[in-house]
């Protein structure tokens, strides 16, 4: 079992920043992907960004050039830098990691974290 706790959310206007945290425990060792979701109310969560065992990196392309997602290995830790915000950023946004559910198969696991509220408001 795989536990994710989200922190860093908030209220922020547009144009500002916030960093949100995900910290990772319990069977971690065979996670190979962990990455940022958000959803608003009335639809499924959708991808913001995800990063690799190796550091690989992907966006969504409304965030592309504005967000930055990484990660401390050593604490367990991954972060999402948000700059440049907008009101259509606002939503809860959650931390997933992902693994295979056995060595050679094609299913995976997913595990997911509370979900930490960010509002882009004036």
């Known amino acids: 079992q795989v536990h994710l706790v989200e922190s860093g959310g908030g209220l922020v206007q547009p144009g500002g920043s916030l960093t949100l945290s995900c910290e990772a425990s319990g069977d971690i060792f065979k996670i190979d992907d962990m990455g940022w979701f958000r959803r608003t109310p009335g639809k499924e969560r959708q991808l913001v960004a995800k990063?690799?065992?190796?550091?690989?990196?992907d966006y969504a392309d409304s965030v592309k050039g504005r967000f930055t997602i990484s990660k401390d290995s050593a604490k367990n830790t991954l972060y999402l830098q948000m700059t440049s915000l907008k009101p259509e950023d606002t939503a809860v946004y959650y931390c997933?990691?992902?693994?295979?559910?056995?060595?050679?198969?094609?299913?995976?696991?997913?595990?997911w974290g509370q979900g930490t509220q960010v509002t882009v408001s004036s």
């Open positions: 997933h990691a992902g693994r295979p559910a056995a060595y050679y198969s094609t299913h995976r696991l997913d595990y």
């Open positions: 990063i690799s065992k190796s550091g690989t990196t």
